[in-house]
């Protein structure tokens, strides 16, 4: 990330990086054509779901089209095909994260969903009263919540890392936290207040070093960053297909195989047995045993769609390109006077959270909209985070691989007229 030292007068450069045409990317976002207010919409708001290029929803629609039917337990034509089509997307989403095979990716509706299973189905069982689970002060409410209910229910305790006034993890003292009674390290990949990139290699080596397994929360870092699971070596990794470009109500798991087979069931119903009667109920393989019920068929397809389209495009190009418009962005909203950046991390990928001095962030995000700009305000699901600074609430701007230099010059306009309106 560049400096913030850029005054007003400095002139904005407006070159690209080489061999990445974001125009025509754009091209494969229809709604990026929507007028918003009479305006051309320019939509910030990526942290909170991304938009969806055609490929994605020319996948679904020929889903319905041409392959609708109920999976696994069908030997009728469609329902083979759509067996085909849903455990193809698994697939993809293996290679997405490098996983070993794709039984270690669980389909879930989310990343809450995820957090939710690994802590109820792994963590629960393993912990008894006065047992640690460790998170870090950074973390949104899906990965604080499950891990407090959890601790209820067992009498374990709750352990938070702090940050430095940067955003940034203290990591000697989450390595001060690891002790004996550590059973559990939950920590986010991606801040999605801060855009902080937590130091997740180092984080999983000091707990794997002391026998204590982690979890990563990938929701922002996996559209934006590339993630290798086996590299990183983290037991469990989770994150959204809605935030990935791809539908909504679909997300993954993953889990190392070892860890998923010593797992019990989280939901019981269809599709996860082998065999019921009223005695005893045989559980299926995994990741079957998982996804009770009839899942996202469609949701999962596309998801493997999203994916795809993604790695075409190359998450180190993506990583970049965005990079280079964060530093971009970063510059023209330091050079508005009355703007606080939170979370001025090192590294950081491309979310943006100000406040404006004398101005609620509500104000500032609806007037905004009518200048047709989409960005989120409020404490976007990280309430800690926002007493860490010591504000009520934020105004944030989330970028994705289609945004410009010339949205960002709109969102800077937009800033300097919001700061004439309540001057």
Known sequence: MTSAGRTSATPIRRDSPPGFDVEKIREDFPILRVMAHGKPLVYLDNAATSQKPQVVIDRLREYYRAENANIHRGIHYLSERATEA????????????????????????????????????????????????????????????????????????????????????????????????????????????????????????????????????????????????????????????????????????????????????????????????????????????????????????????????????GLERIAAYEGDLLAYATDALAAIPGVRLIGTAKEKVGVLSFVLEGVHAHDVGTILDREGIAIRTGHHCAMPVMQRFGVPATARASLAFYNTRAEIDALAAAMHKVRELFG
């Not at 689970?133 to 407090?148: F, G, L, R, T, Y």
């Open 86 to 313: 849903y455990e193809d997307a698994r697939a993809a989403v293996a290679r997405f994260l490098n996983a070993a095979e794709p039984r270690e990716i669980v389909f879930v509706r989310s990343t809450t969903e995820a957090i939710n299973l690994v802590a109820q189905s792994y963590a629960r069982p393993r912990l008894q009263p006065g047992d640690e689970v460790v998170i870090s002060a950074m973390e949104h409410h899906s990965n604080i919540v499950p891990w407090q209910i959890v601790c209820e229910q067992t009498g374990a305790i709750l352990r938070v890392v702090p940050i430095n006034d940067a955003g940034e993890l203290v990591l000697a003292e989450y390595e001060r936290l690891l002790g004996p009674r550590t059973k559990f390290v939950a920590m986010v990949h991606v801040s999605n207040a801060l855009g902080t990139v937590t130091p997740v290699r180092r984080i999983v080596e000091l707990a794997h070093s002391r026998g204590v397994p982690v979890l990563l929360d990938g929701a922002q870092a996996a559209p934006r960053l590339p993630v290798d699971v086996r590299a990183l070596d983290c037991d469990f990794y989770a994150f959204s297909g809605h935030k990935a470009y791809g539908p909504t109500g679909i997300g993954a798991l993953y889990g190392k195989a070892s860890l998923l087979e010593a797992m019990p069931p989280y939901q019981g119903g269809g599709d996860m047995i082998l065999s019921v009667t009223f005695e005893k109920t045989l559980y299926n393989v995994i990741p079957f045993k998982f996804e009770a019920g009839t899942p996202h068929i469609s949701g999962g397809i596309g998801l493997g769609a999203a994916v795809d389209y993604v790695s075409g495009i």
